[in-house]
């Protein structure tokens, strides 16, 4: 115990609120002496610790002030006089967490904390520190490096709001709203102070900063940053100023009519005598006017998902799969293979494993197909995902991936089909996975530039509340809205996005036609970022999916006839530049051309669904605005 002053009371601690993992028999090592004790992950008031306490300790309350367990209330160089004085650390302060086995083959960590490196402790089982990791994950955002896990603390913030957002499935939206009660009176200061670099990247977004947008290719000559708000108010760049005038809201257009599905009858006319699709543009147009037919999926999907080549014959189709059957038996092997001796020394895989078996006991069991104890439908969820780790070993598993997987098994029903189908639509969203979240961070800055573009209001409301960065719509975007819709309603949503035959990111017009929709609560109601978010959460299984593809597609119409179409939305967002009006309709989808081919100039015209829009140039538009923004599009290299 410190001796800070002898007539000084000490400073009572607070209570345990909340204890989230305790293990027992953990060992703490200063030099070559070890004191067993209890080690907990819990909340005292509003913060959040690790301690531990030896089981021959002092009364914590009693004998130790709160100061005193800031980091560590000892000096690991010495030796202790009396005992092993109790431990805590701030989870807030931990820098990294490196991860080892030790003597007799038992588990260890070394904590590094902002301030020093903190004794070795043991734990008496391996997955004890699986379990303290995966606990600790509630607080920290970690990066691996080897056995080592480095916490980003500039990406708490979104990480935090992630995890409020349920993408682990583990709460309902009332519990969600109780602990936002709780831990977000400030959400925004909090958000931001861990969050520094994105947060500087979004806020630079919308106000002006001269910040380039993540991911966006650019020239010499070539502008590409995300559409500033003093663009869309045509104020000088260098200007500052808060973001209150409103610009007007640009005018709704009527709902686009749904066609009529694509039927069997149809599918059937598609073939030549050797089995190979034919017309495939008018095929995926098609679908993405009116869906496919709920029986026809499992033959139309194969092909939509790259899994067989529109151009392949039945007799190749045949052999791609047999080929396919084979390598998945290999990638299944190779996992299956490993041994416990192998095991102990991959840390890499048994996180993982960890990862994908506790997602997949979660992952879509209120349905039929995937409810009870030991079905062996989870089961197969658990091989594939699995396979993929050892498919795409760089990528592995990252949460959020069984539920692009477990629509895919419940349509095919065949683990083969559906694996290799699952790695088609990785291929396309892949990116959404990636650690630094260059992907998505890029999509929530086109996001907000779309919502000040279409409404100001709405926008400048979200401002006011601290909620501009849109974070709660990572969900929507990170696994394409399969959490927002029902049963078939999300295989129809996938289908359009698959097909989607303009050359543009259509889940960006999806989410900003859904937040249009619900503009009138938001704005009327006075929703700060805990009544959105949890408004937004609600949601989910609400929503009625051919309301939002009517909106969706008038409102890409409606923004893409616009003449003064701000440069950003005009060249990262409608991608007008690479894509000559003429040609509306036929260029590629980054979403359904998984090479990611720079696109061949179509050789025909396919307006949209009887919609007209205009190829005249705005007269009234400054003649040497035009020739800049002219020559600057000219620059542009194609979108990667």
């Known amino acids: 115990m410190t001796e800070n002053n002898d007539t000084e009371e000490l400073e009572e601690l607070p209570e345990v609120t909340k204890r989230f993992y305790e293990e027992y028999d953990v060992e703490l090592f200063y030099a070559d002496k070890g004191t067993s004790g209890t080690f907990a992950v819990l909340e005292r008031g509003e913060c959040a610790y690790i301690e531990w306490t030896p089981f021959d300790s002092y009364d914590v309350n009693n004998h130790m002030s709160f100061d005193e367990w800031g980091v560590i209330a000892h000096d690991s160089t010495k030796e202790p006089s009396v005992g092993m004085p109790p431990l805590r650390i701030p989870i807030s302060t931990i820098d990294s967490i490196k991860q080892e086995i030790g003597a007799r083959g038992r588990a260890c960590i070394i904590i590094s904390t902002s301030s020093q490196r903190l004794p070795v402790i043991y734990f008496p089982k391996l997955d004890s520190v699986y379990r303290l990791i995966q606990c600790l994950k509630r607080f920290l955002c970690f990066i691996r490096d080897r056995d080592t896990l480095v916490v980003d603390h500039s990406r708490a913030g979104l ?23 709780v831990d977000f009176q400030d959400v925004y200061d909090t958000t931001l102070s861990g969050l520094s670099k994105v947060t500087n990247f979004l806020r630079g977004s919308v106000v002006g900063k001269p910040v380039s947008r993540p991911g966006a290719q650019t020239s010499k000559t070539a502008v590409t940053n995300p559409t500033p708000p003093e663009h869309l108010c045509h104020r000088p760049a260098e200007q500052d100023f808060e973001l209150y005038d409103l610009r007007k809201p640009l005018d709704r257009a009527a709902p686009v009519a749904r066609d009529e599905m694509f039927t069997r009858a149809l599918w059937e006319t598609h073939f030549d005598s050797e089995g190979r699709v034919c017309r495939v543009k008018e095929l995926q147009d098609r679908i993405f006017g009116g869906g496919c037919q709920a029986d026809l999926r499992q033959e139309v999907w194969p092909f939509l998902l790259n899994v067989y080549p529109w151009n392949s014959t039945l007799e190749e189709r045949a052999a791609i799969m047999e080929q396919k059957k084979k390598e998945y038996e290999v990638l299944r092997n190779q996992w299956k293979s490993i041994t416990p001796a192998q095991m102990k020394r991959f840390s890499l895989y048994r996180d993982r494993e960890a990862l994908v078996e506790k997602d997949v006991l979660r992952t879509d069991r209120v349905l039929e197909f995937y409810k009870g104890q030991d079905n062996p439908h989870v089961a197969d969820l658990y091989e594939m995902l699995m396979t993929y780790c050892q498919y795409n070993f760089d990528l592995g598993y990252v949460q959020g991936m069984s539920d692009l997987l477990s629509p895919l098994y419940l349509l095919f029903k065949d683990k083969l089909m559906a694996f290799w189908a699952f790695v088609g639509y990785m291929d396309m969203v892949e990116a959404h996975f990636f650690l630094d979240q260059q992907k998505i961070q890029g999509k929530l ?127 990262n967002i409608l991608r007008i530049a690479e894509t000559p009006l003429s040609s509306l309709g036929s260029q590629h989808n980054p979403e359904r ?19 007209h829009v205009s190829h005249d140039l705005d007269e009234s538009r400054d003649p040497a605005s035009l020739l800049v923004e002219n020559v600057s599009n000219m620059s542009l290299e194609p979108p990667q």
């Open 159 to 181: 990480h935090k709001v992630m995890k409020e957002l349920e993408l682990d499935g583990t709460a309902t939206s009332n519990q969600v709203y109780k602990k936002i009660a």
């Open 445 to 571: 800055a086109d996001l907000s530039s779309l919502v000040y573009y279409c409404d100001s209001e709405l926008y400048n409301h979200l401002e006011k509340e601290d909620s501009s960065n849109f974070f709660f719509c990572f969900r929507w975007l990170l696994i394409n809205f399969k959490r927002e819709f029902r049963g078939d309603d999300v295989l129809e949503l996938w289908e359009v996005i698959w097909t989607c035959p303009y050359n543009t990111d259509y889940t960006l017009f999806i989410a900003t036609a859904i937040l249009l929709q619900e503009r009138t609560p938001i704005i009327e109601k006075k929703m700060c970022f805990a009544d959105i978010l949890r408004y937004i959460n609600d949601l989910s299984q609400h929503i009625d999916l051919h309301e939002v593809l009517g909106n969706t597609e008038s409102l890409f119409h409606n923004i893409r006839s616009q003449p003064d179409i701000p440069f950003n939305i005009r060249t």
């Open 593 to 611: 051309d998984f090479a990611e081919r720079t696109p061949e100039p179509a050789d025909h015209v396919t307006m949209p669904r009887d919609l």
